[in-house]
Structures are given as structure tokens and as C-alpha cells.
């Protein structure tokens, strides 16, 4: 799973740490999906969509659907490289692929996920993707078929 060409791909670096670990000591599979979500978190971020900016517009990003492939365990102390991107858009959602790596060692993928969120509105009814959204994440303006 690797990014179309021109899509920014955002990384977010966690550690594993001990209370995270489960009784086979390595990170629990939850863990990972704590991880994941504070990666799609810190990548709205790096776009200037803050928690405070898409509560101020006021949107909300729901997930609806999360694929997720664990490959390697990862054990305390490791250091995980989260790459994230927006992968695809349809009219009121965008998938989001992220991939965590040992920041040691890029080629051992640890975890892939692909996750599909809504973007609601004030009334937490799904809207269109916000255009602004679209042209910062790389995405094609709403209506352009997809390459």
C-alpha cells in the first residue's frame, strides 16, 4: 500500500510503552488502533484542521468502516513511524490509509489500515466533503471522477 503520486503523506511517531502491552508483551491490538487514530488526528492537524477548527466550522469527522492488517508485533520501547494519507474521497467520505513501520527499521511494517470517515455538519448529518479539505489532503474536487 503505498500513496498516489502528489498525495502528502503526513507521520506521526509513537513509542510503545509498558502499560500498552498485553500478557504476550507485545502492543495490544487495541493499542494500535489508539495509535492509528491519534496519527488521522495529527495529519487533520498538520492541514490546519484542528480539533478546535473543525469544531469551530462545526464539523465532525465520524469513522464508519476501519480494515485493519497486523503484520509484525510491536514490543516496548519500539518506536513507530504512522504514515497516513488520504487515499481516496467520495462525496461525504474520505479514506484515509495509514501504515505504522519501526521507525528503526522502514521496511518492517508493523500495521496497515485503510478508514472510512463521514464528514458531518452541526446537525451530525454527513455533508460533502469540504473542498478545502479535498485540496489540502490531495483529493480530487467533489464531481472529478478519480484518476
Not at 498538520?46 to 503484520?71: C, P
Not at 497516513?84 to 513501520?101: D, F, K, L, P, Y
Not at 455538519?121 to 479539505?133: F, L, S, Y
Request: aromatic share 8%.
Amino acid at each position: 500500500m503505498a500513496p498516489s503520486e502528489n498525495v502528502p503523506v503526513h507521520t506521526t511517531r509513537v513509542s510503545v510503552r509498558s502499560y500498552e502491552l498485553d500478557s504476550f508483551a507485545h502492543a495490544n491490538h487495541t493499542v494500535l488502533l489508539n495509535y492509528l487514530e491519534h496519527a488521522r488526528f495529527q495529519t487533520l492537524a498538520a492541514g490546519g484542521f484542528t480539533y478546535a477548527a473543525l469544531r469551530e466550522r462545526g464539523w465532525g469527522v465520524f469513522v464508519v468502516r476501519i480494515e485493519v492488517d497486523y503484520v509484525k508485533e510491536a514490543r516496548l520501547g519500539d518506536e513507530l513511524d504512522i504514515h497516513t494519507w488520504a487515499a481516496s474521497a467520495r462525496r461525504t467520505s474520505v479514506v484515509m490509509a495509514q501504515e505504522a513501520v519501526r521507525a528503526d527499521d522502514p521496511d518492517t511494517v508493523v500495521v496497515r489500515a485503510r478508514v472510512t470517515a463521514v464528514w458531518v455538519g452541526p446537525d451530525r448529518r454527513p455533508i460533502p466533503v469540504p473542498e478545502e479539505v479535498r485540496a489540502v489532503f490531495g483529493l480530487p474536487r467533489a464531481g472529478t471522477p478519480a484518476p
